[in-house]
């Protein structure tokens, strides 16, 4: 302990230090996420990483790159202990071997996801606003008493979106930056890990209540 700069245990310094070294070392080190050091997102990465909810790449976590529909999928199948679908997918971009195919089946038999009109679409990269359907829809539609009102760009939001941001936005699943939502613009894996983070704690503090 003192090697590594913290000579008393008992200082509230010391504790918050020791889980910072705990966290890097656990996500950097030990999954192999090296990308994550110092990252904005690591506590919340951290938490999905140790569910079993998400993980790397095969190089790195690679937080800035933009997280698919095959991705936020597979993420939401995990969380619902992946029951096995009922039959096979049928849309006719997703093989029958593809690493996402059980999500792909359990999300259109659960009614999270449709498809593009193109068929799932798995590499398509998620919007802030596409994002908080799947989320919303995986959620049930809830009913919600949330509006856009507040934000400068509430009419940019699609219409098929609306709910589902509105929703997201009363939640605190979806924020916004000086007073914009940016809704079409791109979710990267670490905004979208931070918003399944929020997610997930808001619907834990809900069982629990």
Known sequence: MARAGFPDVFQEETVS???GELSGY???DLYGLYDLEDHWALPEIGALVSAGLIGGTGDGFQPSVPVS???LCTILYRAEG???PDAESSFSDVAADAWYADAASWAAESGITTGTGGG???????TRES??????????????SGGLSSFSDADTVSPWASQAVAWAVEQGILLGSDGRLNPTGGASRAEAAVM????????AGEAAA
């Open 69 to 71: 529909r095959a991705a």
């Open 120 to 126: 799932f679409s798995p590499d398509v990269p998620l």
């Open 196 to 203: 399944l983070f929020r997610f997930f704690s808001q619907a």
């Open 17 to 19: 230090g020791v889980g």
């Open 82 to 84: 992946q029951p096995q």
């Open 26 to 28: 656990l996500y950097t």
């Open 131 to 144: 994002l908080a359907l799947l989320l919303y829809r995986y959620a049930g539609e809830p009913s919600h």
